[in-house]
């Protein structure tokens, strides 16, 4: 049996609706459905999470929800008619409105539009619903509990009729709804897979599967036709937006693959995600991804190396700051952590550097915002001399100044700290020197 995720985009019209029907019925494994909220028609469209996101907020300022869900109405019931469905959307539409109201968080109002799509997927197939708020759990402290989860999820092992599940979100000990961080209908598909056994997790989205970098920054990228789980945690936590970065946690226990699928051209056969890629033609580099939005703190300390418990005091400050730390690159005698910009929101910046100076006295600190960083990843880079190289001369033909480096212990990554303003130019250098 085959789980099969269907993202914003291929729910975002009766069109794309009718082309997932069809992929579907075209291979009687398909029995197994995840549905995300409708998306983007057209790039200046608004995903429906966004919508509702912005109907709760709507609601914290005047304590009316109608004028934003007058659209998310318009839309679903447009929807339910184009599809000739006989549904009462509004009836649901009502419920949705009334629940928000008395809402204390925005999740409830966020996890709509997976439910709501859910149920449109399930009349058009044929196809039974089962609410993600019965099988997906969350523990009292908000983490998500994998093992109720799966035993949960996996009474639903051997259907015939076929199943569709809302993406997103599940529910709390209280009952009330918790959503996982956008783009969590990817986690959602990987979970029912591996509670089902499925044979292989299909990821449609409106791709020809993984491509070596993202297509919105270099024209046309090179197609990756199979990428192992680390490569793919590596990529996706880095910012290549195309599966969410948590996805391969539940598949990687039974090793299920991930193929990531076009709805808009079902007959590419896409990319494939595995527990190994040994055996396949490895590239050099296998893909490239980054992300703006970043902040070092830099420290220099002459002798800092031989000082015992010298990091141990600086990564306490920042723990109880409550700030989560990305990578440490150090030197001899220079230490540099990179943060989220996220963090600083709200943070006195100045008390923070007075702590980390009452903490270990260096003989230099400085604080850097918004830093993009890139990293370049691949099981072949270990084997092959010459990356480094290739990579730092590009940036340096591109004219980029590199503010930070940092390689995994693993040579599974080089990560480059650039500024922002050179982001965009630093992909397409490093795309080039590797790919063209
Ligand atoms: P869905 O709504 O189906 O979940 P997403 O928008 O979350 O789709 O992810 C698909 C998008 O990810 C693509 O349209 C593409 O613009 C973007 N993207 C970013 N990096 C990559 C990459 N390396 N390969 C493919 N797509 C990428
Ligand atoms: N609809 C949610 C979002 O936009 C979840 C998803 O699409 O995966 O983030
Ligand atoms: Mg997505």
């Known amino acids: 049996m085959k789980v099969c995720k269907f993202g914003g985009t291929s729910m975002a019209s009766a069109q794309s609706i009718l082309n997932v029907k069809s992929i579907i019925e075209s291979d009687s494994e398909r029995k197994y459905v995840v549905v995300s909220a409708p998306g983007k028609r057209f790039s200046s469209d608004i995903k429906i999470t966004d919508m509702l996101y912005g109907a709760y907020e709507e609601k914290v300022e005047t304590g009316s929800c109608r004028y934003k869900m007058a659209i998310i109405r318009e839309r679903f019931v447009n929807l339910a008619k184009d599809l000739n469905l006989d549904i009462d959307m509004n009836k649901y539409i009502d419920e949705v409105e009334e629940n928000i109201l008395k809402s204390t968080s925005p999740d409830y109002a966020a996890s709509r539009g997976e439910y709501l799509s859910a149920v449109i997927m399930s009349a058009v197939l044929g196809y039974d619903m089962v609410d993600a708020g019965d099988v997906i759990k969350f523990k009292h402290d908000g983490t998500f509990d994998s093992e109720l989860t799966n035993d949960l999820v996996s009474k639903y092992k051997g259907t015939s009729k076929g199943i569709v599940f809302p993406g997103f979100y599940g529910r709390m000990p209280d009952k009330s709804i918790k959503t996982f961080t ?71 226990i039974d090793k299920i693959p991930i193929n990531i699928r076009n709805t808009f051209e079902p007959n590419h056969k ?70 989220s910009d996220k963090g600083f929101k709200g943070l006195d910046e100045n008390k923070l550097v007075d702590d980390i100076r009452g903490a270990v006295n260096p003989d230099h600190i400085e604080v850097t915002h918004s830093l993009a960083l890139i990293a370049v990843v691949g099981h072949g880079m270990a084997n092959s001399r010459g990356v480094a190289a ?40 490093i795309y080039n020197a590797f790919f063209n």
């Not at 297509?215 to 990756?224: E, F, G, M, S, Y």
């Not at 595995?274 to 939005?293: D, E, F, M, W």
């Not at 002798?303 to 005091?313: D, L, T």
């Open 390 to 429: 290739t990579l730092f001369t590009a940036l340096y033909k591109a004219g980029v100044n590199v503010r930070m480096i940092d390689q995994g212990s693993s040579e599974l990554n080089i990560i480059v700290g650039v500024e922002e303003k050179d982001y965009n130019a630093s992909i397409k250098a």
């Open 270 to 339: 896409g990319t494939f995600i595995l527990h190994s890629t040994q055996g396949y033609n490895i590239p050099k580099v296998t893909g490239i991804a980054g992300r703006k939005g970043n902040t070092t703190i830099s420290l220099k300390k002459a002798m800092m190396n031989s000082e015992i418990g010298f990091c141990r005091k600086v990564l306490s400050v920042l723990e109880r700051n409550g700030l989560s730390v990305e990578h440490v690159p150090t030197g001899i005698d220079t230490m540099s952590i990179v943060l």
């Open 182 to 252: 956008r783009g969590g209908s990817d986690f959602t598909g990987a979970i029912i897979a591996r509670g089902v056994k499925a044979k292989v997790y299909e990821n449609w989205t409106d791709v020809n599967g993984f491509l070596v970098t993202d297509p919105r920054l270099v024209d046309n990228p090179c197609h990756i036709e199979v990428l192992s789980y680390e490569e793919l945690r590596e990529l996706s936590y880095m910012g290549a937006g195309v599966l969410h970065p948590d996805s391969i946690f539940p598949v990687q």
